[in-house]
């Protein structure tokens, strides 16, 4: 059981997670602003690229984070990350033309896909085997408190500014809670994990007290003894035989992830529910009942996730969103129905919440060993953000064509993950990290 110190460390450490929340889907609320700001036609490859130019930067971050936080430690990569979403969120409300937006976009993109590597990997191996889930869980709840905080942001500066488009306001709050991370990121301490593999016993021992892990010395035994193997081993390349099973499985759970077309869906919430006819004011309100949904969907599957295990939650999720989505599909096909959309959004987003959203930042924490841990996790975060870039930018113009279309397929690709789930993860409730290779290696 943590205590009261070790749980405020870790909650600290998963805020990076609220302002990768917030910052991802802000940009819901003023697509349509962009577009008649900088006079960009609706479905257009420049009009997807207001999403998409993050979205490159997601996917650059996360591939390049590996590296600083296996020299620096994850918790010195965040400063340099906070740093990041400050620039960002400033950038975008003070930016002076279309170039200047995309850049500062990137840059927020940049940092959101280093948060997914670096954070997670700090809290994993920070929490205790048993809530390891839920603890580094935090991080996924706090991706959909933040998304919730950005619907909420958005509907209420459109509620208070009437008539007028206060666009750039609603990019630029996201400077809020970016100093606020930023400066909690010199209250936390270094990974004892981390120092422990490079030989910094006393600084490992301090980290662990300041913690409050109640038998130090017992922990960093067990830690040098995974150092020494991850010393051996660390100049060893990520792409090698001993790792092919957790490199296959972080690729397909990042894919899966972003083929259910939840961050397309949450890019362009607005841009889908005034294509079903709502208007500016009742769409704001209908998008932070979708991200409340999303919220008490995560918290549930936190309260469960050390129990019931990833697995489950994953093949519970392929069915429901599979149905939600094929729902969303027949609506938009058939013209009718309207009425239904949002309740059909909204248990699609509790679905995945309760399975994908809540497991997929987890598992990828816990399946590479501490000698690739960071490499590892930026390898699925990057296949993540790569597929989330793709799909950002063409969901828009297949959608300015038919709005069924995407649905279907994504429907078509939960059907899909139920069997390979099925057939090719294995569970790590409750595994330790340092035995992780064996537990992957004998499951099926």
Partial sequence: MSTSRHLGVIVTASLAGLLFGFDTVVISGVTSSIRETFHLAPGSFWAGFAVASALIGTFLGALVAGPPGDKYGSRDALKAVGAMYVASALGCAFCWNLESFYFFRFVGGLAIGASSVLAPVYIAEIAPADRRGALTGLFQFNIVLGILLAFVSNAVVQQFAGDSDPWRIKLGIA??????????????????????????????RASLERVGVPDPAAMLAE?????????????????????????????????FNQLSGINAILYYLGDIFAAAGFDDLRNEWQQVAVGAANLVATIVALTVIDRVGRRKLLLIGSVGTALALAGVAAIFATGQGRGYLLAMLIVFIAFFAFSQGAVIWVYLSEIFPTAVRSRGQALGSATHWGMNAVIGQVFPMVAA???ALPFAFFAACMALQFFVVLFVFPETRKVQLEKMGAAISVSR
């Fill in 401 to 403: 064509y038919t709005q």
């Fill in 223 to 255: 830690f040098e003894l995974s150092a020494e193997t991850a010393r051996r081993d660390s100049a060893q390349r990520l792409f090698a035989a001993a790792y092919l099973k957790p490199i296959l499985l972080a690729i397909l759970i990042a894919m």
């Fill in 175 to 204: 400077a809020v809670p970016a100093i606020f991370f930023l400066a909690m990121m010199y209250t936390i301490p270094q990974s004892p994990r981390w120092l422990a593999q490079r030989g910094r016993r006393d600084e490992a």
